[in-house]
């Protein structure tokens, strides 16, 4: 554990985070708005950010497969737990922890957009731009960052460091 370096600190993340919370508020503002949480690395985010969004909210989760057990990618997305309610007609904010590859996304932005919802907005945490492979844009990000492996805030290295308060690069 020693030798992670944190790349930004509880204080960063709260402060950026409360921008966000903002910006949905104002764009939402007198509806009502579904975060929908991509388990397990967007809770915390998801925890925090819906403190600071003033309109009506609910939550619900999804859960996908995607990393395995590490920190290769294997490239395929499987759907472990799907949305408990039907998303139609309603405002879904996806909330995620990184954009990396955008298979994940694309994935899911597929699979919500078969329920109709009235509109689909995809928050992520952090954006690795550079290693994108599907064309997927995020509406709502708090950092991008360069491609390093990051722990902390939720994300984990085969399970390990979500509890961590900053988000750390593991070497
Ligand atoms: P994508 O499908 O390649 O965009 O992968 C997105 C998912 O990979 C995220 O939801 C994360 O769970 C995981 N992921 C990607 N990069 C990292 C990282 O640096 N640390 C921890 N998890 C990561
Ligand atoms: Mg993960």
């Known amino acids: ?33 579904t975060l929908l949480g991509v388990l397990k690395g967007a809770t915390i985010f998801l925890s925090d950010l819906s403190r600071n969004i003033t309109c009506d909210s609910t939550f619900d989760f999804i859960s996908v497969s995607s990393y395995g057990n590490g920190k290769q990618n294997s490239g395929e997305v499987k ?7 039907s998303m139609e007609g309603k405002n879904v904010i996806l909330v995620e922890d990184i954009l990396d590859t955008g298979l994940t996304l694309s994935y899911l932005t597929r699979v919500l957009e ?20 599907q064309p997927i844009h995020a509406d709502y990000v708090g950092f ?28």
């Open 79 to 85: 759907m472990m737990k799907d949305v408990d309610q």
């Open 1 to 33: 554990m020693s030798d992670l370096r944190v790349l930004f600190t509880r204080q960063q993340i709260a402060e950026r985070v409360a921008e966000l919370g903002a910006q949905i508020s104002r764009d939402f503002e007198g509806e009502t708005v």
């Open 114 to 133: 078969a329920h109709r919802p009235r509109t689909l907005r995809i928050a992520a945490l952090l954006d690795k731009a550079a290693r994108r492979i």
């Open 144 to 171: 991008t960052i360069p491609d390093e492996f990051v722990v902390g805030y939720g994300m984990d290295y085969a399970e390990r460091y979500r509890n961590l308060p900053d988000i750390c690069v593991v070497p």
